[in-house]
């Protein structure tokens, strides 16, 4: 079975590392409060590694307005222990101890709407088969967010959107990066 994006209606969203770590660290800009964070703004000791990509300006704007558009669409974020310890592994405590905020998140989520039968067969389709050029590591994401019932997996990643067609040809999951979600979401701001 194949499935299109077309198909997919985001409800729940799995956050990978990456992006978790863009919204941690600009999180200010990201939720509305503060104005599009510069290089400049930063020490030369820590810059966010969002702010030094060519494209970090469009993630950035992209996340932003996906969590706009969430104050009325009501998504499930969602963060998994794999990713936990992703998070921990960089050893930055402030961006750790938010991953476990949106972890509490997560676990309220899966409690209120469990996942769905379906799910853990999601996974075990993805378990057991090649997936093009997929990591290990991001298997096991991929993985976690097939488990637990997520649409859509959010990454700022390079290759792994790549391999969105391949993951697609297994299950209804769609790897995107925010400017393609924000561009699957954007026609339906008249409906909010």
């Known amino acids: 079975m194949s499935f299109s994006p077309d198909d ?3 409800s729940r969203i799995y956050l990978d590392t990456g992006t978790f770590q863009a919204i941690a660290d600009c999180g200010g800009y990201v939720f509305g409060e503060d104005s599009l964070p510069k290089l400049e703004d930063y020490s030369s000791k820590y810059v966010p590694q969002v702010i030094k990509r060519p494209d970090g300006e469009d993630i950035l704007r992209c996340l932003r307005a996906i969590f706009a558009f969430n104050n009325r669409a009501h998504f499930d974020w ?3 222990p794999a990713s936990l310890a992703e998070i921990d592994a960089a050893g ?3 961006r750790s101890r938010y991953a476990r905020d949106v972890f509490a998140h ?3 989520c899966l409690l209120d709407s469990p996942p769905s039968a379906t799910a853990t067969a999601m996974a075990e389709l993805l378990e057991g088969r090649a997936l093009g050029n997929i990591s290990e590591k991001d298997r096991k994401l991929l993985i976690e967010a097939a488990a637990t019932d997520c649409d859509v997996f959010l990454t700022i990643e390079k ?3 790549k391999q969105a067609g391949v993951i697609l040809k297994q299950i209804p999951l769609l790897v995107a990066t925010p400017t393609t979600l924000w561009a699957k979401l954007r026609p339906h701001l008249r409906g909010l």
């Open 78 to 80: 969602i963060v998994s």
């Open 159 to 161: 290759r792994l959107p």
């Open 8 to 10: 997919i209606i985001p």
């Open 106 to 108: 997560t676990n309220a």
């Open 92 to 94: 930055v405590f402030e």
